[in-house]
């Protein structure tokens, strides 16, 4: 630790520009700070000044730089953050050592073991192949500065999960250490879920299979949860982070065989350019592994072995390659940092082998001796890191000084300042921008990274190519005047001697570089859209992008629109013509939002010269307007005719603040689940406290002495208050002036019932008299009228679920927990409040009011709500055999007839209002079976166009939370059930028929199955479940998970479309099916958990106790 703490201080103290990743990891952190400063989202913000823009942290881990920028806060801006991030990269290097040794340790190496282990850990030689060789992290190396943190969590969460597997305790602690790994490092949390498998294998027997898996699954569940806001957005929109086909082969497939195999018996993995000293340690910790045999070092010989293996990549598993998950986008090259982890432990574990052989502790003079042999094999080593950091701190001052002696820079970069902001150009590596070296005589800063060093906009060389325009960058043709305004460049900053596109305008020049004024045109233009065309995938659009541009698309200025990653078939403007006469009399460039004041006497597309992503938010003249992809890769909205003020905003992904709240709260929970509090004087602390048991118990003995009347009364306060918390966190749906889709028909319907028929409504909207009728009847305006009608259905469901539970004999209690878990569900009260013409919530009061009569025998009043029910959702007339399946057993003939009685009024009012319309159809209307497109949406689903038949298969499970789950815990009783009560088999099969044939609203169509599933889960659940406040307590909150409590939902038609399962992105859906398939599996291990078996202490003093 002396030694790297002397030798990596100029890390700190040498102020100079990266020229590796580091340059934009600062950049980052500089971002963040910034973001939190304004006010932003500091989880998810644009970028600009790189390719073009884009969201790093959406898609790349960020707790390292948030580490940076809290520390910034916490000194108060005292110290600059380029000197913060220094330091902490200085720090975590230089305590590695203490980090493996503690880690050694913790697994159980011995204390000798693990201090080889730890001084061979900063001393790897690998010849920059990004393993934990410090040639990763130092300014002449590679700036991967996250993977600093992925080190220090992947031995720590090694520890932790060993832990986990072999004494069974350290849950909390281990699903912290993942966590904090997944958001410092995502390869590296991959990796550790690789290796907890092998964990979880390596000695598992009959006797410990069932708590070993349990703990595990318990580790990465929480840990999942305290990450989601980072992995969940990143899987939901991973379609629009570039995976760049100039990246070299071997990143993605690594090396093989017969190349690894090569560097690690011929020293150059582990000790390149020297004698290979750690080499033969490791040779010698493999012959201890397999001579003395332990558990320990077997294991440890696995995982190196494992993890040598995949570090062989595509070349030698081939086709095996694809069995791991991700495969597609993996980087196997970076596998190395797996072999690196194992091949410490067992450097390790060699050194202290040859020390046992040496017999060192048979006196003190051997002991002597033994060490000094130890130090001088360390020599080559410790020689080898010296003259490598030498060369670090000499290359460094180099640099420093020539930028600093480069005048002709310092002017050009100051008069640059003082003009306008504009994007920059200062060449590419293929060009003459290589040559503006500063005269450094090695391969080190060039003028273009000082660009990003001082923040500046730019088209230069991509550092990570995370952008979908990052490659199209290297295609940039600096002699063609027309690519200056596509790629929006201002400024130019080139040699004298560089032969660049006519009419830039000189504004300085000195002996070395001219900066130049250009025509970029500006952020915001006008252009025309003359065709569109659909990528198969992202290759599939950077090819045709790039064909685009090479065909002379920017002189032109002819773009096309690409329907890429769209949620369905979508309609939208074909071409549009540019503006013959445009006029952009404003505009305001900030870092994630764009102010623009145009005009044009015709309809025309206006494109903003940045990375096209779904987060951007376009609204003109306040109101919001769908965007596009327009080519290369850029945001493009049509405009009508006139004058309008434009904004254009990114905004965070709607589940990253959620999801970060859950997770600390998760964190958090887990946190204090591991403090001991101890409390002097317990009895005067508890005496200060106030007690709200007695009140409360009060309270309860009231409510069960009067539950007829007090549980109903209850259950509709629970659905007030959940309306009264979802409100505030629930905006109104804005499109189609606040109606929605099918909301602005049943407005219509509601007009034509109050006189107004200058608008014809078409079946079978125009059918759904019941909810306009009462509408109509009101007087009140379309919207009010509804939201007034839905709040007073919703308070009435409450009553009849609670109600419904009762009848099957639930507990009061349990009867409105059920009501609580209703009262939250995404298409429940909240649709009520987001999107409230509609007739759903009175069409759910009604289902419910059916089955109560049902249930009850009350054949009348079914009929009588069947009419009302027939003219709000005429799919509710398929509850008629419900009624008659109850109760046909005891009386066959006689409950036929009665049954028959009961629906034959809702089934003529049905015909009669198609036959003899209230609401008289348009004049070209002929057939109104044909309305409902049976077929197509048949054809939908068969076919599984935009994916259907997924929608349809997960549009219960994403939506409906534990009540659809929790079933699944215990199938023999719910089949039992179903073959016992056969009238609630058929309900459940008949919502899914009318849900594939009535639509493809598929979420909307099955949220019905709540009454079933809401018997199923607490009236068939073990009465011990129930009993368990922990069990109800975690349940609960899996259930607020999964039915995406409190998620945001924009007001747009697009924010709609991606807030229902049957029409959002296919990315967002399979993100949405981890998550939830992750939180279900939770709450079936809840139900199914045994304590004794998840803790063997617990399980011990249970038996002692028995």
Same mark, same amino acid.
């Given at each position: 630790m002396a030694f790297n703490a002397f030798a990596l201080l100029p890390e700190v103290t040498v102020a100079v520009p990266n020229v590796n990743d580091d340059a934009e990891h600062v950049l980052f952190v500089q971002q963040a700070d910034a973001a939190w400063s304004s006010g932003q989202d500091p989880l998810d913000f644009w970028v600009p000044q790189l390719e073009l823009g884009f969201p790093q942290f959406l898609y790349y881990q960020n707790l390292p730089h948030l580490v940076v920028v809290g520390l910034g806060k916490l000194t108060f801006g005292l110290i600059p953050l380029r000197t913060l991030f220094d330091f902490v990269r200085y720090v975590l290097l230089v305590v590695f050592p203490l980090t493996v040794f503690w880690s050694m340790r913790r697994i159980g190496f011995s204390d000798l073991a693990a201090a080889i282990g730890a001084a061979a850990g900063s001393l790897l030689a690998g010849s920059h192949r990004y393993g934990f060789e410090y040639d990763s992290y130092v300014w002449r190396g590679l700036g991967v500065y996250t993977q600093i943190f992925g080190m220090h969590l992947s031995f720590l969460a090694l520890a932790a999960l060993h832990r986990v597997a072999t004494r069974g305790t350290g849950v909390m602690v281990a699903a912290l250490v993942c966590a904090a790994l997944a958001l410092s490092h995502l390869i590296y949390a991959y990796m550790t879920a690789i290796t907890a498998v092998v964990l979880v294998l390596f000695g598992l027997t009959r006797a410990n299979a069932l708590g070993r898996v349990l703990r595990f699954g318990a580790v990465g569940a929480i840990a999942g949860v305290i990450a989601a806001f980072m992995w969940l957005p990143f899987f939901a929109q991973a379609g629009y982070l570039n995976v760049s086909p100039y990246l070299d082969r071997a990143k993605y497939?690594?090396?093989?065989?017969? #190349?690894?195999l090569g560097w690690l018996v011929s020293g150059d993995l582990l000790d390149h350019g020297r004698l290979p000293v750690l080499t033969a340690l490791l040779a010698v910790g493999i012959v201890a592994a397999l001579v003395i045999r332990t558990r320990l070092l077997l294991l440890t010989l696995v995982l190196f072995v494992l993890w040598l293996v995949l570090y062989f990549g595509r070349p030698t598993l081939g086709p095996l390659a694809?069995?791991?998950?991700?495969?597609? /986008?993996?980087?196997?090259?970076?596998?190395?940092?797996?072999?690196?982890?194992?091949?410490?432990?067992? %450097?390790?574990?060699?050194? @202290?082998?040859?020390?046992?052989?040496?017999? =060192?502790?048979?006196?003190?003079?051997?002991?002597?001796?033994?060490?000094?042999? #130890?130090?001088?094999?360390?020599?080559?080593?410790? @020689?080898?890191?010296?003259?490598?950091? /030498?060369?670090?701190?000499?290359?460094m001052q180099i640099t420093q000084a020539a930028i600093d002696a480069d005048t002709d820079a310092k002017t050009v970069l100051a008069a640059l300042a003082a003009q306008p902001p504009g994007r920059v150009y200062a060449g590419l590596r293929a060009n003459w921008g290589d040559k503006l070296d500063f005269g450094i005589p090695f391969n080190s800063v060039r003028l273009y990274n000082l660009l990003a060093?001082? +923040?500046?906009?730019?088209?230069?060389?991509?550092?990570?190519?995370?952008?979908?325009?990052?490659?199209?960058?290297?295609?940039?043709?600096?002699?063609?005047?027309a690519e200056y305004r596509l790629f929006d460049v201002q400024y130019v900053i080139a040699p004298p001697s560089a032969k660049l596109a006519a009419g830039l305008t000189p504004i300085i020049a000195t002996p070395t570089y001219v900066l130049y004024r250009a025509a970029g045109g500006g952020y915001a233009e006008y252009a025309a859209v003359a065709r569109t065309e659909?990528?198969?995938?992202?290759?599939? *659009?950077?090819?045709?992008?790039?064909?685009?541009?090479?065909?002379?698309? @920017?002189?032109?200025?002819?773009?096309? +629109?690409?329907?890429? +990653?769209q949620p369905g078939p979508t309609a939208g403007p074909g071409a549009i013509a540019d503006c013959p006469r445009p006029g952009i009399s404003y505009v305001r460039a900030q870092s994630s939002r764009?102010?623009?004041?145009?005009?044009? @006497?015709?309809?025309?597309?206006?494109?903003?010269?940045? #990375?096209?992503?779904?987060?951007?938010h376009v609204t003109v003249d306040g109101r919001e307007v769908t965007t596009f992809m327009v080519s290369p890769s850029y945001l493009a909205f049509a405009l009508p005719a006139g004058q309008h003020f434009i904004t254009a905003e990114y905004r965070s992904a709607p589940l990253k603040?959620?999801?970060?709240?859950?997770?600390?709260?998760?964190?958090?929970?887990? #946190?204090?689940?591991?403090?001991?509090?101890?409390? +002097?004087?317990?009895?005067?602390?508890?005496?200060?406290?106030?007690?709200?048991?007695?009140?409360?118990?009060?309270?309860?003995?009231?409510?069960?002495?009067?539950?007829?009347?007090?549980?109903?009364?209850?259950? %509709?306060g629970i659905a007030a208050i959940a309306f009264v918390l979802l409100a505030p966190f629930t905006p109104r749906i804005a499109f189609n002036d606040g109606l929605g889709f099918d909301g602005r028909v049943y407005a219509w319907l509601t007009q034509n019932l109050r006189g107004d028929h200058s608008i014809a409504v078409v079946p079978p909207w125009s059918f759904r008299l019941a909810p306009s009728a009462i509408v109509a009847a009101s007087g009140l305006e379309v919207k009010l009228g509804f939201l007034l009608l839905d709040l007073v259905s919703a308070l009435g469901s409450a009553w009849l679920l609670y109600r419904l539970l009762r009848h099957y004999?639930?507990?009061?209690?349990?009867?409105?927990?059920?009501?609580?878990?209703?009262?939250?569900?995404?298409?429940?009260?909240?649709?009520?409040?987001?999107?409230?013409?509609?007739?759903?919530?009175?069409?759910?009061?009604?289902? *419910?009011?059916?089955?109560?009569?049902?249930?009850?025998?009350?054949?009348?009043?079914?009929?009588?709500?069947?009419?009302?029910?027939? *003219?709000?959702?005429?799919? *509710?007339? =398929?509850? /008629?055999?419900?009624?008659?399946? %109850?109760?046909?057993?005891?009386?066959?003939? /006689?409950?036929?007839?009665?049954?028959?009685?009961?629906?034959?009024? =809702?089934v003529l009012i049905y015909l009669a209002v198609r036959v003899f319309p209230v609401v008289p159809p348009p004049p070209d209307f002929t057939n109104w079976a044909e309305r409902y497109q049976i077929d197509v949406n048949l054809r939908f689903v068969f076919e599984n166009i935009d994916a259907h038949a997924w929608r349809y298969l997960l549009a219960a499970p994403l939506t409906l939370g534990m009540f659809f789950a929790l079933p699944f815990a215990w199938p023999r009783r719910l089949l039992a059930f179903l073959r016992r009560e056969i009238h609630w088999a058929y309900y459940v099969v008949m919502s899914f028929v009318v849900a594939l044939v009535g639509g493809r609203?598929?979420?909307?169509?099955?949220?019905?199955?709540?009454?079933?599933?809401?018997?199923?889960?607490?009236?068939?659940?073990?009465?011990?479940?129930w009993r368990s406040a922990w069990r109800v307590g975690a349940l609960t909150v899996l259930h607020l998970a999964a039915v995406r409590f409190l998620w945001p939902v924009g007001t747009s038609e697009s924010e709609y479309l991606q807030y229902t399962v049957s029409a959002m992105s296919v990315d967002r859906m399979v993100a949405l099916v981890y998550f939830c398939v992750a939180l279900a599996l939770g709450g079936i291990a809840v139900v199914r958990l045994d304590l004794r078996a998840l803790n063997p202490a617990r399980r011990a003093k249970a038996e002692a106790s028995a």
């Open positions: 497939d690594s090396f093989g065989a017969p #190349t690894i694809d069995l791991l998950p991700l495969h597609d /986008g993996l980087l196997f090259h970076r596998f190395i940092g797996g072999v690196d982890l194992f091949a410490i432990l067992l %450097i390790g574990a060699g050194g @202290a082998y040859l020390w046992e052989l040496a017999r =060192a502790e048979v006196s003190p003079r051997r002991f002597a001796a033994v060490a000094a042999a #130890t130090a001088i094999v360390f020599v080559p080593v410790l @020689a080898e890191r010296w003259s490598y950091y /030498g060369d670090n701190v000499k290359w060093f001082d +923040r500046i906009d730019a088209v230069a060389p991509p550092y990570r190519g995370a952008s979908i325009n990052s490659d199209l960058l290297f295609d940039f043709n600096d002699q063609d005047a659909t990528p198969s995938s992202q290759f599939d *659009l950077f090819e045709r992008a790039r064909a685009w541009l090479r065909g002379g698309g @920017a002189t032109s200025w002819q773009l096309t +629109r690409y329907l890429y +990653r764009f102010d623009v004041l145009a005009s044009c @006497a015709s309809d025309s597309a206006m494109v903003l010269k940045v #990375t096209y992503h779904p987060n951007w603040d959620p999801l970060f709240f859950l997770g600390a709260a998760a964190a958090l929970g887990a #946190t204090l689940s591991l403090v001991r509090l101890r409390v +002097r004087f317990p009895r005067e602390w508890r005496a200060r406290v106030p007690s709200f048991r007695e009140p409360i118990l009060r309270v309860r003995d009231l409510v069960l002495a009067n539950e007829p009347v007090a549980g109903p009364l209850v259950a %509709i004999a639930v507990s009061p209690a349990l009867a409105l927990l059920a009501v609580g878990w209703w009262a939250v569900l995404p298409l429940g009260l909240r649709w009520a409040v987001y999107y409230p013409v509609l007739p759903d919530t009175l069409g759910f009061f009604l289902l *419910l009011a059916l089955m109560v009569s049902a249930l009850e025998g009350r054949f009348a009043v079914f009929g009588g709500i069947l009419v009302v029910a027939a *003219l709000t959702r005429e799919n *509710l007339i =398929a509850l /008629g055999p419900f009624l008659w399946l %109850i109760h046909v057993r005891r009386d066959p003939v /006689g409950v036929t007839l009665r049954s028959l009685a009961a629906g034959v009024p =809702a609203d598929d979420d909307r169509y099955l949220y019905v199955l709540v009454p079933a599933l809401a018997v199923f889960v607490f009236h068939l659940a073990p009465s011990s479940l």
